[in-house]
């Protein structure tokens, strides 16, 4: 079965520090793999997707992810965060064959000034 | 903003009526997923419809159903409502082929007193 797993539940990071949100993955095939992103009272927007292209992944507001098959994780990154970033941080996998999304539990990401 | 509408924003209702929320895809998508995000389950696969028919169903109670009309605009029925059906109910909308991006709605905040 695919599954998601979000390893930190709240990050916490300083504006202008780097931001490193975690996720694992299980599958039994390659997976396509995204995060969301969901600010307070909104809905969900794609931050980025790996659909077995190339392995980094560029997304928009300068986040990226990379995927490595060996370490099954799919980790979320960005140089430098922004007052703006915070939110709520979603990884997801969909099954193969099929549209059906599956959400890792979340992982609130604040950032102080 | 994705394109995706969800109408109503928020819906208090109380425990055993039935609600209907209505959502309406990107322009030219045929498929509509329907997901619930509550507090104790997190984001949730429910229901999947394309161009008219369903799909694959998810964790969708009896309760619940769900159409796609030839418009292709989607609603979510939700009857004998009780008050763990609060939760904020997301539409999302993808082209049509399974590996499509889904596009997400705001969302309907549902409240069942």
């Known amino acids: 079965a695919q599954s998601v797993t979000q390893l930190d539940s709240h990050v916490s990071v300083s504006e202008g520090t780097p931001v490193l949100l975690r996720c694992n993955y299980s599958?039994?095939?390659?997976?396509?793999l995204f995060w969301y992103v969901q600010h307070p009272n909104k809905g969900l927007q794609l931050l980025l997707k790996?659909?077995?292209?190339?392995?980094l992944v560029k997304g928009i507001n300068g986040f990226e992810a990379e995927f490595k098959k060996s370490e099954t994780s799919f980790h979320l990154t960005k140089p430098s965060a922004h007052m703006s970033d915070a939110a709520e941080y979603f990884c997801?996998?969909?099954?193969?064959?099929?549209?059906?999304?599956?959400f890792g539990q979340g992982t609130e990401l604040s950032v102080k000034p | 903003d994705s394109g995706v509408t969800q109408t109503p924003k928020h819906l208090i209702t109380a425990t055993g009526q039935r609600v209907t929320l209505r959502c309406s895809p990107r322009?030219?998508?045929?498929?509509v997923y329907w997901y619930q995000q509550s507090l104790d389950q997190g984001l949730q696969f429910l229901i999947q419809?394309?161009?008219?028919?369903?799909?694959a169903k998810g964790n969708i109670l009896e309760r619940f159903s769900a159409q796609q009309f030839p418009d292709l605009h989607s609603e979510l029925n939700l009857s004998s409502l009780e008050l763990g059906d609060s939760a904020l109910y997301f539409c999302?909308?993808?082209?049509?082929?399974?590996?499509?991006?889904?596009?997400f709605g705001p969302g309907t905040r549902l409240l069942v007193l």
């Open positions: 999302a909308s993808s082209a049509g082929g399974l590996e499509e991006t889904q596009y």
């Open positions: 599958s039994s095939y390659s997976p396509s």
């Open positions: 790996y659909t077995s292209a190339a392995t």
């Open positions: 997801v996998v969909r099954l193969r064959g099929g549209g059906k999304l599956i």
């Open positions: 322009s030219g998508d045929l498929s």
């Open positions: 419809y394309y161009n008219g028919e369903e799909r």
